[in-house]
């Protein structure tokens, strides 16, 4: 009997000094892991379509990271992006992982944006991948047009 109690204590223990944090939610300022070419998500309720060169989705709630486009550039190359992005809870980022695995933020938001942004992609040589990451109960809609590449669904 001492030894399941101490068992559980000890259980009990190590859950509070690693705070039983949801693995998910930290994956949120670890560019290590964005930069992997893994996806790791919690995802509920969603909608979304991807056609032509324009990506849709509407999350009810999302928590980790997912890939939602790719590029095998033959060279360096300037892409025109449209996006919108209206966050209704947590935060979220559109981030561009290049060849070598360095991570760039697109954009960082945990609000409504007013209009589109309309800005230029700079991809280089190689496997160019944009992932959503998304922190904690991130409820949001979002929308991105790039003529080049292919988008990926969520999940």
Not at 38 to 49: A, C, G, M, P, V
Not at 139 to 155: C, M, N, R, V
């Amino acid at each position: 009997m001492k030894i399941k109690k101490m068992l559980g204590a000890g259980m009990i223990a190590v859950c509070l000094m690693t705070g039983c944090a949801n693995p998910m939610v930290a994956i949120y300022d670890n560019d290590i892991k964005i930069a992997s070419n893994t996806n790791s998500y919690n995802l509920n309720n969603y909608e979304q379509t991807a056609e032509d060169g324009h990506f849709t989705a509407s999350v009810e709630k999302m928590e980790g990271m997912d890939t939602i486009w790719v590029f095998d550039a033959e060279e360096d190359k300037s892409l025109d992006i449209t996006y919108t992005i209206n966050v209704f809870s947590g935060k979220m980022k559109l981030v561009l992982i290049n060849p070598k695995g360095d991570v760039s933020i697109i954009a960082e938001c945990d609000t409504e944006m007013s209009e589109p942004i309309q800005s230029t992609l700079n991809v280089e040589s190689g496997n160019n991948r944009i992932k959503i990451v998304a922190g904690e109960n991130t409820k949001f809609d979002f929308e991105i047009s790039i003529q080049e590449g292919e988008f990926k669904e969520l999940g």
